[in-house]
């Protein structure tokens, strides 16, 4: 989705805004621009549509182009197509203030044609634009940048996350939230604005996390934060406790590759200090609840979007297994616009590796109003969803650049069935099944690197998939949902049709798509039900479809059924997804990049997404 970097300090500010930029790459854009006010006190606009690439190439020679202070941003359409002029920053009419905007103004239309009936004239078709006119409108009455800005934001309905120049002060920054997010970076005599710390990881660590409805007014020699009403908001400094290896790509030729190779490190660290070998239970105090508090849970219900809904649904059959708590999983996006029931007894999860994402920030906070208790699976501290919830669990994956979700996967995955295993504890779990899962969660890494030394077999296998248009995943049971995710992640970054079912469901319906042109992925691992899924590969082989198949080492009869198989270690049932994914993940991956795509920006999509 759309970023925003802003430099006011005593460096020159372009190269810095570029490259904070091109960190933001991964969260996917369409366009981006830059506005800096000169040495001449002169607004310039530099925009282009494509990559930030593109936009260095347009930028006159450095000397044209230097300048104390600048705002940035890579846009991804929403009111308006791709293009040059609806790209940002966006100014007023009086062409003296530009405007970077993530969010959306929802009633940009009325505010639009009152200003039009005042004389505004428009270049865009953005809401955005509608936002920059109207701060203008303001400004002109008063000259008073952060009161124009405060009375816009006060007209305005949506989310917002905005950094505001204006050419008549070329020592100031303007900017504001809600519901999107914004960060105010403090170095050495400089400050940064951005909508994510990767982009200015290089400069400092030191951050301010703006909170909704907070105005900051950024001079080189300080800040101060309001809100609307204009009280003064007391800022909390935090420390950023990562460095910028963690969003580089070393080696790898992609992050996500990079990512899927970092699981066995990431499953560890989202268990890392939380076993309890003592008492054969985990520790997750982050979750406020008391031992009491967690007995007189009688309903779950998890939220989720994308891969964070699948690792709810492994969450599902973890808990329902361990604990024997029935646990409901929804759609954010259904959720929030639907009539749901929370009785008393009930607690919410919400899950979001980035903690931004808008249907579930928004399912959140309709579950919070309907009286429930909402505890948060995130992944990146200080997140809008870690902050608004009632305690939670963090995954600790580290960075995921790959619009693709991989590790985060994973680590939720491991944080779900911690869960299982501590409710499973306060309820009907023995000290003896609840060591032998601690003990095997513990064996989970060095598995999940045993099959990652297949990475080249299963690169071969990608390669005979490369011309494929369609593909079936297949799974039973707790790795229903790992079809389900090996199928997104396909389509996601190869753009191959690919759909994922339970392996009985497929007769009754899917059959009909099998023939000698349609590959089917199955999860068929030792189980309690690997008799029956075997049945069901015996169906597709009738049909002559081609099965690649993920097995439990040393399951020799299931090569009669299969074209070929991926094997991988032995583990209890329910922590195998933590190690089914992993083949699926490097399937996609390597089916992409052997067709020449862009793994990590995939066409369409974002890292995390903000809009509705
Ligand atoms: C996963 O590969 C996708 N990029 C997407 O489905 C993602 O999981 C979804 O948008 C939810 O994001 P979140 O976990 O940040 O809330």
């Not at 409805?213 to 990562?242: H, M, Q, R």
């Not at 790959?402 to 911690?418: D, E, H, P, R």
């Not at 869960?419 to 023995?430: P, T």
């Not at 270690?569 to 052997?594: F, G, K, W």
Request: glycine content about 8%; proline content about 4%; aromatic content about 6%.
């Amino acid at each position: 989705m759309c970023g925003i970097v802003g430099y006011i300090g005593t460096r020159n500010t372009t190269p810095i805004v570029i490259e904070g930029l091109k960190r933001l790459e991964y969260r996917g854009y369409d366009s981006a621009g830059l506005a800096i006010i000169d040495n001449n006190n002169q607004l310039s606009i530099y925009k282009q549509k494509g990559k930030i690439i593109e936009l260095e190439r347009a930028l006159p020679e450095p000397e044209k182009c230097f300048s104390n202070i600048g705002i940035g941003h890579t846009r991804w359409a929403t009111h308006g197509e791709p293009t040059v002029v609806n790209a940002h920053p966006h100014t007023s009419y009086c062409k003296k203030i530009a405007l970077v905007h993530n969010g959306i103004i929802e009633n940009y239309k009325p505010l639009k044609e009152k200003l039009i009936s005042s004389g505004h004239i428009f270049v865009s078709e953005t809401d955005s634009e509608v936002l920059a006119q109207l701060i203008g409108y303001f400004y002109e009455k008063t000259e008073d940048l952060v009161r124009a800005v405060k009375q816009a934001l006060k007209l305005v309905q949506g989310t917002y996350g905005i950094a505001v120049i204006c050419q008549d002060n070329p020592r100031q920054i303007v900017a504001a939230r809600k519901g999107s997010p914004l960060i105010l970076g403090i170095g050495d005599d400089e400050f940064f604005i951005t909508s994510d710390v990767s982009a200015i990881i290089i400069h400092t660590k030191r951050v301010i996390y703006l909170h909704d409805d907070e105005v900051v007014d950024i001079n080189p020699a300080g800040f101060i934060i309001t809100n609307l009403e204009n009280e003064v908001v007391e800022a909390k400094i935090s420390k950023i406790d990562w460095d910028i290896s963690a969003i580089e790509k070393g080696s790898y030729k992609h992050f996500m590759l990079k990512e899927i190779f970092e699981q066995p490190e990431s499953i560890e660290n989202a268990f890392r200090g939380r076993l309890n070998h003592k008492l054969s239970t985990i520790r997750l105090g982050g979750l406020n609840l008391s031992s009491q508090e967690l007995r007189n849970i009688n309903r779950i219900v998890i939220i989720a979007c994308g891969t964070s809904w699948h690792s709810g649904l492994v969450g599902k059959y973890v808990i329902e297994s361990l604990a024997r708590i029935p646990v409901e999983v929804e759609y954010a996006s259904e959720f929030r616009y639907r009539n749901p029931i929370v009785p008393t007894g009930t607690i919410v999860f919400v899950i979001s590796q980035s903690g931004e994402t808008a249907d579930t920030l928004a399912a959140l906070r309709e579950a919070q109003a309907r009286g429930a208790k909402v505890l948060g699976i995130t992944n990146v501290v200080g997140s809008t969803i870690a902050r608004e919830t009632d305690g939670g669990v963090y995954i600790h994956a580290g960075s995921e650049i790959g619009v693709a979700s991989t590790k985060a996967f994973t680590s939720q995955v491991t944080v779900l069935i911690q869960l299982g295993i501590l409710l499973g504890r306060m309820n009907h779990l023995s000290p003896v099944y609840g060591k032998k899962f601690l003990q095997e969660l513990k064996q989970i890494p060095a598995k999940v690197n045993e099959i990652l030394k297949s990475n080249d077999y299963i690169k071969s296998i990608a390669e005979t998939m490369v011309n494929s248009t369609n593909a079936i995943y297949l799974g039973r049971g707790i790795n229903f949902p790992v079809a389900l995710e090996g199928a997104l992640k396909l389509k996601e970054i190869s753009y191959i049709h690919a759909e994922g079912y339970p392996a009985a469901e497929m007769k009754h319906g899917p059959i009909a798509l099998i023939d000698e042109n349609m590959p089917v992925i199955a999860i068929a691992l030792k189980d309690e039900i690997h008799e029956k899924i075997i049945s069901n590969l015996q169906e597709v082989k009738a049909r002559k479809g081609r099965i690649i198949v993920i097995a439990s080492k040393g399951d020799e009869v299931i090569k009669d059924f299969s074209s070929e198989v991926i094997y991988i270690p032995e583990t209890i049932d329910v922590l195998q997804p933590l190690l089914s994914v992993i083949p699926l993940q490097l399937l996609a991956y390597h089916i992409a990049d052997l067709r020449g795509l862009d793994v990590d920006q995939p066409r369409n999509l974002a890292k995390s997404v903000t809009v509705e």
